[in-house]
């Protein structure tokens, strides 16, 4: 599976922009999927997560209520909206496909399929 992130950019605070993944060398219509980001000098940190079916999803508490995840089968993507920006949201955001057996969308080790990622910053 290889996953290409894109819609990254420079946006003021308060702005929006709509990240999406695109994925290709197989479906990723049977995988969870989730958003991570790693600032230079910092660790990666878990975004937010969505399963297989579009159903259920998940943010870690910092951009819940901001941030949106969804995704189109169909199409084979995924995407973050990401609204209300704000200058810690700066980052590289990177998506990755859930492979693990066990439900912990947080933890990056549970996923095996990563893709280059999309650089957002965010000025004051």
């Known amino acids: 599976v290889q996953l290409q992130a894109s819609g990254g950019g420079l946006v003021q605070a308060g702005a929006s922009l709509r990240l999406s993944c695109a994925a290709s060398?197989?479906?990723?219509?049977?995988?969870?999927l989730g958003w991570f980001r790693q600032a230079p000098g910092k660790e990666r940190e878990y975004v937010a997560a969505i399963d297989w079916t579009g159903g259920q999803t998940y943010y870690e508490s910092s951009v819940k209520g901001r941030f949106t995840i969804s995704r189109d089968n169909a199409k084979n993507t995924v995407y973050l909206q990401m609204n209300n920006l704000k200058p810690e949201d700066t980052s590289i955001y990177h998506c990755?496909?859930?492979?693990?057996?066990?439900?912990?969308?947080?933890?990056?080790?549970?996923?095996?399929?990563w893709g280059q990622g999309t650089q957002v910053t965010v000025s004051s």
């Open positions: 060398g197989r479906t990723v219509n049977t995988y969870a």
């Open positions: 990755a496909a859930y492979t693990a057996t066990m439900w912990a969308p947080e933890r990056a080790e549970n996923y095996d399929y």
